[in-house]
């Protein structure tokens, strides 16, 4: 019989939650803790899970058009010449920006497992591909997204949303080049002895009609829609709710906790105060609850875009942050919970510590562009 030793670990994880739950339920009360923490969670399912998940569906439809019917190949041709001087990679490169911009972070993978994609690119370029393509993840989500939340503030969010998209772009550029430096520092810079470059003459479509393609394209891109849609719901419902708990305090302070939905400790906010000259001063923030947006992106986007309509309902909000949201938004994407699986299939899970840091400090620039950007032009 296996006989295991009581772990430390354990003895520690039990001792932070008898911590954490006595610090919440002794301030909030044990009833109002878990109405509250039942009422966000459904809250977050209904009002925002849904609403992520049509807009998804939509996207992924419309993406998938633009893929059947060769628009992705004219993008492709005419931002090729880009590539090389912005990210040091192939022009083919271009297909993993396009391909998680209009899905998300894991679309690279199913590109780096084409042998004619892969062997365009030198040993050193292949593990650049997971910060290249995270940082352009659920990209059109994420801004579509955005813009529907601008009937809410009554102000014109196009501008902004496109700010953080260039911001976004900038953020990539450091990570992957930040990257470089260190994978170049590992595997050096020698050329592979073969390289296969795939003249692609014709590109795979559907069979059947016009009509018969446009139906299942749209259809196919749906369903998509729906699967990243479904995939979002843990980290939205997990993580958001842990985070609205240590963001927003009772929703009317002269009578207390009620164990209404988005009811909490704020935690973060105190958090917040302590750096909130330096949040001003990198992104403009005008209030320190704002930094839930950039913490939580790293491990969902799905649940840092849960946040934005209680940001709006406050009326903490602004056209400025929104555009700093939108770039760190796509270019973290919740890349602390892909990034170590997408390196592992790309085959350099050594190189994972690299690569996290690279990515956050591209994600980092890619806000504080954002920003500066903003109040230079808007």
């Known amino acids: 019989m296996l006989k295991r030793k009581i772990s430390l670990e354990a003895v520690i994880f039990i001792i932070f939650l008898v911590v954490v739950f006595y610090g919440i339920e002794s ?90 994609f892969m062997n365009n690119f030198e040993k050193w370029q292949e593990p650049l591909l997971c910060n290249l393509g995270t940082s352009f993840g659920m990209g059109l989500i994420v801004s579509t997204y955005m813009i529907a939340q601008g009937n809410k503030m009554n102000v014109n969010i196009f501008p902004a949303v496109l700010i953080g998209n260039i911001g976004a772009l900038v953020g990539s550029i450091v990570s992957v080049r930040l990257f470089t430096h260190f994978v170049k520092k590992k595997l050096g810079s020698a050329k592979k002895e073969e390289k296969l470059i795939p003249k692609k003459l014709y590109r795979e479509t559907r069979p059947g009609s016009f009509m018969e393609r446009f139906l299942e394209a749209l259809l196919d891109g749906g369903k998509n829609g729906v699967e990243i849609g479904i995939g979002i719901i843990p980290g939205v419902l997990v993580i958001s709710t842990f985070v609205m708990l240590i963001t927003f305090g009772p929703k009317d302070p002269t009578v207390g906790y009620q164990g209404l939905a988005y009811e909490g400790i704020p935690i973060l906010p105190l958090l917040g105060e302590k750096i909130f000259g330096v949040l001003k001063v990198l992104f403009g923030f005008q209030s320190p609850e704002l930094i839930a947006f950039p913490l939580t992106s790293l491990g969902s986007t799905g649940a840092a875009l849960a946040l934005i309509p209680k940001f709006i309902e406050m009326k903490i909000i602004t056209s400025n942050d929104i555009a700093v949201f939108t770039a760190i938004g796509m270019t973290w994407s919740g890349y602390l919970s892909t990034h170590i699986a997408m390196m592992d299939e790309l085959g350099y899970r050594y190189l994972t510590g690299k690569a996290i840091f690279s990515h956050t400090f591209g994600g980092l620039c890619a806000g504080i562009f954002a920003h500066f950007i903003y109040v230079l032009f808007v």
């Open 27 to 116: 301030t909030m009360g044990v009833s109002n803790f878990f109405k509250t923490l039942m009422a966000t969670a459904h809250d977050l399912l209904i009002n925002t899970v849904f609403f992520i998940m049509a807009i998804a569906v939509l996207t992924g439809a419309f993406s998938s058009l633009l893929f059947e019917f060769g628009v992705a190949d004219i993008i492709d041709f005419l931002l090729k010449p880009l590539i090389k001087p912005l990210y040091n990679l192939p022009g083919v490169a271009v297909m993993g920006i396009i391909s998680t911009y209009f899905s998300d972070n894991p679309a690279i993978i199913s590109l780096a497992k084409d042998k004619r």
